[in-house]
């Protein structure tokens, strides 16, 4: 199983969108795939339909004495499952720090789901700290969605400074450009030739479209609710892009 995390320093930059629609485009492509929405705010759960609210303490699951595995929801998509937010949640980096396996204690958790899924998506809230850090030993790749603004970028940079990750730690990091708008010269810019402090972002980027903000009014992934739209094709790109990463 191949774990992908979406994360962000920065808040509203897209990590929920993304980690919905990659999910979906996934499960499109016949791959069992298991979102876990780890943010409080629940997002990923809400579009997909699911309920938020995990039936046992979130301190016991989290601190595996109660299986987790007994919380996944099924969403309308045959081998589409969810691992659903819950408020307590907001606690996650204590709960983590508070674990006796150190920093691969989420690496720990998600292990026993490999069985099931080829596919583990992790919708995270934003912030930089324990999570993070567990972030780097337990997925494959974290995808950062990033605007292309310079204040974008230098968040990027202080997420590399904090984090202080080997070289091949670093390559599982992965920004990509959302939000973008083509008619604005630096956005078309960076698309072209983006600032050295991203590293190598990925080369599919998502535009801004009016579509991504309708999923959670009609809670669908971009696939079902707009087949056609241009931000469809360019997550389809984007999963595109990372399958081809994951399977190199
Ligand atoms: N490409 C896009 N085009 C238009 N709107 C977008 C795009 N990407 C995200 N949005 C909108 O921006 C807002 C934030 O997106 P989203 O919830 O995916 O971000 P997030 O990083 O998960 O936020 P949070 O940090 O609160 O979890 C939402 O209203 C979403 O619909
Ligand atoms: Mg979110």
Same mark, same amino acid.
């Given at each position: 199983?191949?774990?992908?995390?979406?994360? /962000?320093?920065? =808040?509203?930059?897209?990590?929920?969108?993304?980690?919905? @629609?990659?999910?979906?485009?996934? @499960?499109?492509?016949?791959?069992?795939?298991?979102?876990?929405?780890?943010?409080?705010?629940?997002?990923?759960?809400?579009?997909? =339909?699911?309920?938020?609210?995990?039936?046992? $303490?979130?301190?016991?699951?989290?601190?595996?004495?109660? #299986?987790?595995?007994?919380?996944?929801?099924?969403? #309308?998509?045959?081998?589409?499952?969810?691992? #659903?937010?819950? +408020?307590?949640?907001?606690?996650?980096?204590?709960?983590?720090?508070?674990?006796?396996?150190?920093? $691969?204690?989420?690496?720990?958790?998600?292990?026993?789901?490999?069985?099931?899924?080829?596919?583990?998506?992790?919708?995270? %809230?934003?912030?930089?700290?324990?999570?993070?850090?567990?972030?780097?030993?337990?997925? !494959?790749? +974290?995808?950062? %969605?990033?605007?292309?603004? %310079?204040?974008?970028?230098?968040?990027?940079?202080?997420?590399?400074?904090?984090?202080?990750? $080997?070289?091949?730690?670093?390559?599982?990091?992965?920004?990509?450009? /959302?939000?973008?708008?083509?008619?604005?010269?630096?956005?078309? !810019?960076?698309? !072209?030739?983006? #600032?050295?402090?991203?590293?190598? %972002?990925?080369?599919?980027?998502?535009?801004?479209?009016?579509?991504?903000?309708?999923?959670?009014?009609?809670?669908?992934?971009?696939?079902?609710?707009?087949?056609?739209?241009?931000?469809?094709?360019?997550?389809?790109?984007?999963?595109?892009?990372? $399958?081809? !990463?994951?399977?190199?």
């Amino acid at each position: 199983m191949k774990v992908v995390a979406l994360h /962000n320093l920065k =808040g509203g930059v897209g990590k929920t969108s993304a980690a919905v @629609n990659l999910a979906r485009e996934a @499960n499109r492509d016949r791959v069992p795939v298991l979102l876990w929405d780890l943010d409080a705010q629940g997002a990923s759960t809400w579009v997909l =339909g699911g309920e938020s609210g995990l039936s046992k $303490k979130v301190s016991k699951l989290l601190a595996g004495k109660s #299986p987790l595995g007994e919380q996944v929801q099924h969403t #309308p998509w045959e081998r589409f499952d969810l691992l #659903p937010a819950d +408020i307590r949640l907001r606690e996650l980096d204590r709960l983590l720090d508070a674990s006796a396996d150190g920093d $691969k204690h989420l690496k720990r958790l998600i292990e026993p789901f490999g069985e099931e899924y080829g596919l583990m998506i992790l919708d995270c %809230p934003p912030g930089l700290s324990t999570l993070a850090e567990q972030l780097i030993r337990a997925a !494959d790749r +974290i995808l950062v %969605p990033t605007i292309p603004s %310079p204040l974008s970028v230098q968040a990027f940079s202080r997420m590399l400074d904090h984090l202080d990750l $080997k070289k091949r730690q670093r390559e599982r990091l992965s920004p990509f450009f /959302n939000l973008v708008d083509r008619r604005r010269t630096l956005h078309r !810019d960076w698309i !072209d030739s983006p #600032p050295a402090a991203l590293g190598r %972002p990925m080369r599919s980027w998502i535009p801004y479209a009016s579509d991504v903000e309708r999923m959670s009014l009609e809670c669908r992934p971009l696939a079902d609710l707009a087949p056609r739209s241009r931000a469809t094709l360019a997550y389809r790109q984007l999963w595109r892009e990372l $399958k081809a !990463d994951l399977d190199a």
